[in-house]
């Protein structure tokens, strides 16, 4: 598609659960962000990507959070042990390199029971 | 704690008339600042953008005023619409590649 995907889109899981949160970045874009927008916040910061490496880890909340990017495109959250404070939208966003305007997927609506 | 923030988390304006939301940073090196749209439901959306070179920018129905020396950011949207009811978030870029982005202010357009 022409703009960042994200899935799912929805997604409810019980504590203690891992989940997978996955982000399609728009087509030549090396640069891919996450972050987290809880109930009625702002954004916050989680990990940047430029290309396949991360050279910004310091916004993940600990050490149960963990992100990869493959083959400089696909992006995957993985949220270990969820629990009750993980609850919140992830947002993935991508650029090119230099620019300043990031574009954002829908996100991802997480619910841990 | 966060260095771009709001003045004011709500705002309620009447259809058909001006728009001001505002920002304060704090980050004096700061070099390039975002405005974003967000709507229930759906990821920010870019509206405007300005460079710390300047203290300007228009473009549709929308300005973006930069002043430096108070460290202030204003959003101005002229005759605003029903469509313009969203949570508007300022953002600055502190380095190279990363915003970090205010609590934003919901704008509630009257009929």
């Known amino acids: 598609g022409a703009g960042v995907s994200q899935s799912p889109s929805n997604k409810v899981t019980e504590k203690g659960k891992d989940v997978e949160l996955r982000c399609d970045p728009i087509s030549g874009h090396t640069a891919l962000y996450w972050y987290r927008q809880s109930l009625g916040q702002g954004l916050e910061f989680l990990i940047y990507?430029?290309?396949?490496?991360?050279?910004?880890k310091s916004g993940l909340p600990s050490d149960r959070f963990s992100a990869e990017r493959t083959g400089g495109s696909v992006s995957t959250l993985t949220i270990q042990r969820t629990q009750q404070e993980d609850s919140a939208v992830y947002l993935c966003?991508?650029?090119?390199?230099?620019?300043?305007?990031?574009?954002f997927g829908e996100g991802s609506r997480l619910t841990v029971l | 704690g966060e260095s771009v923030g709001l003045h004011l988390p709500t705002l309620s304006v009447q259809e058909g008339d001006n728009s001001i939301i505002n920002c304060a940073y704090s980050n004096s090196a700061s070099d390039y600042f975002i405005w974003y749209k967000q709507e229930s439901g759906k990821g920010p959306q870019f509206i405007i953008d300005i460079r710390s070179n300047m203290d300007k920018r228009q473009g549709q129905r929308v300005t973006v005023l930069l002043n430096k020396t108070v460290k202030h950011l204003s959003l101005q949207i002229a005759a605003t619409q029903p469509g313009d009811s969203a949570v508007y978030f300022c953002a600055e870029k502190k380095n190279d590649y990363k915003l970090s982005f205010g609590a934003g202010t919901t704008v509630t357009v009257r009929a």
């Open positions: 966003a991508s650029s090119t390199l230099g620019a300043g305007e990031l574009f």
């Open positions: 990507f430029q290309g396949n490496s991360a050279p910004d």
